[in-house]
C-alpha cells in the first residue's frame, strides 16, 4: 500500500503558518467556552484539555495537507535506546534547578518595575483524587499537543534553515505561546534544552520527558504549598525568603550540573553516530558553521534531500515564505504576551 506521505519534514513556512492557525483556532476555542456559563474550574479544565486537542487535531491536519509525515517529524520510528531516559530525567531536574531561579528573579523585577499581573488557574487539586487527575492531565497531555507542535511541526520547519535556528526559534514560539510574562525566561531557556534534546534524538521522546518532569515538579510543589506540605521558604528558586545568594548558588550548581549532563548526552551521541559515519570538520568553516555542521552531524533526523536545479528557484519562493510566516508568527505571539502588561480595572 502506498503511503500517502511523501515528505519527512515541513518547510519553515508551512510549519509556521500551521502553528499560527493552531494558536488562532485555540483563541476562538477559548472564546467559544466562555460563552457559556460555567464555573471557574470547568471553564479551565476544558480550556486546558481543549487547547492541546485543537494543537493535536490542526497540526495532524496540516501533516495530511502538506503531505509530511507525522510519525518522521516527531520521531517516533526512531525512539532512543533505554539508556538514554534516566539521562533526560536527570536533565530536567537539572533544567528546574537551573532556571527556576532564574525565572524568579526574572518575576521579580517585573514586580520592581511595576508590573504585577499574575494569571490564576482554578483547576481543582484540593484532595488527592483532584490532584492525581490533575497531573496526569497537565503532564501527558502536551506530550499529544505542545510537544507534536512545537518540538515536531516547529522544529521541523527550521531545520531548513540550520541547527540552531531551529533550536531557538521553536524555544522562543515555545515560550511566547504560554502568554505570561513571568514565565518567559524559564519557557525559553526549558524550550531550547527540549529543542537541543529533539534534535539531536531525532524525536521528541526526550523532550517530552523534560516537559512531563517540569511539569509534574510544579504540581507537586503546588499541591505541598496549598496542603500545608511544604515550607514556603523552601522555594529558594523562586528568589524567595532566602535571599539572593541562595538563588545565585543554586543557579550556578545546577547549571553546571545540566552543562555536564548535556556533555554527557553529547559524547554518548557522538559514538553512536560514529559507528555510522564519519565527522571530518571543514578546516575553512567559521565557528557557526562548524557548530551547525557538527550538530547535523549528531542528528538522528532523516538526510534532507538537495534540491535539484530545477527547484532551485521554488526553493527560493519557499524560503522568502518562511521567513515571513515565522516573523509574523513570532510578532502575533509576542503581541499576545505585551497585551498583559495593559494594566487591568
Request: aromatic share 14%.
Amino acid at each position: 500500500m502506498k503511503s500517502r506521505f511523501i515528505r519527512k519534514t515541513f518547510d519553515l513556512g508551512s510549519a509556521s503558518l500551521a502553528f499560527l492557525v493552531a494558536f488562532g483556532a485555540q483563541l476562538v476555542f477559548q472564546a467559544i467556552v466562555l460563552l457559556f456559563h460555567l464555573s471557574d474550574a470547568a471553564k479551565t479544565w476544558t480550556i486546558v484539555v481543549g487547547n492541546q486537542i485543537v494543537l493535536f487535531a490542526v497540526c495532524i491536519f496540516f501533516c495530511f495537507m502538506k503531505k509530511v509525515d507525522p510519525l518522521e517529524i516527531t520521531g517516533l520510528r526512531r525512539p532512543p535506546k533505554w539508556y538514554y531516559f534516566p539521562l533526560f530525567i536527570l536533565i530536567a531536574f537539572a533544567c528546574v534547578a537551573t532556571f527556576a531561579p532564574l525565572a524568579g528573579a526574572f518575576s521579580h523585577l517585573l514586580g520592581k518595575l511595576g508590573y504585577d499581573y499574575m494569571p490564576t488557574y482554578h483547576i481543582p487539586t484540593e484532595n488527592k483524587g483532584l490532584f492525581t487527575l490533575a497531573f496526569l492531565a497537565l503532564t501527558l497531555l502536551p506530550f499529544f499537543g505542545e510537544e507534536l507542535a512545537v518540538r515536531g511541526v516547529v522544529l521541523s520547519g527550521g531545520r531548513e534553515r540550520s541547527p540552531l535556528f531551529a533550536i531557538l526559534f521553536s524555544a522562543l514560539i515555545f515560550a511566547l505561546m504560554h502568554g505570561n510574562m513571568r514565565q518567559l525566561v524559564h519557557q525559553f531557556l526549558l524550550g531550547a534544552v527540549m529543542g537541543y534534546l529533539a534534535y539531536l534524538t531525532g524525536g521528541i521522546y526526550a523532550s517530552a520527558v523534560v516537559h512531563f518532569v517540569n511539569n509534574g515538579v510544579a504540581l507537586l510543589f503546588e499541591y505541598g504549598f496549598k496542603n500545608g506540605m511544604i515550607d514556603p521558604r523552601a522555594y529558594w528558586y523562586l528568589a524567595g525568603e532566602l535571599g539572593a545568594k541562595s538563588t545565585l548558588i543554586g543557579v550556578v550548581v545546577g547549571f553546571f550540573g545540566l552543562t555536564m549532563l548535556l556533555v554527557t548526552l553529547t559524547c554518548l551521541l557522538h559514538r553512536e553516530r560514529a559507528q555510522k559515519k564519519d565527522y571530518i570538520p571543514r578546516e575553512d568553516e567559521g565557528f557557526l558553521r562548524r557548530i551547525t555542521g557538527y550538530l547535523r552531524y549528531l542528528s538522528a533526523f532523516p538526510e534532507e534531500e538537495s534540491p535539484t536545479q530545477g527547484e532551485a528557484g521554488e526553493k527560493t519562493r519557499e524560503r522568502t515564505f518562511g521567513t515571513v510566516m515565522a516573523i509574523v508568527l513570532a510578532v502575533v505571539l509576542a503581541l499576545i504576551v505585551l497585551l498583559s502588561l495593559i494594566p487591568g480595572e
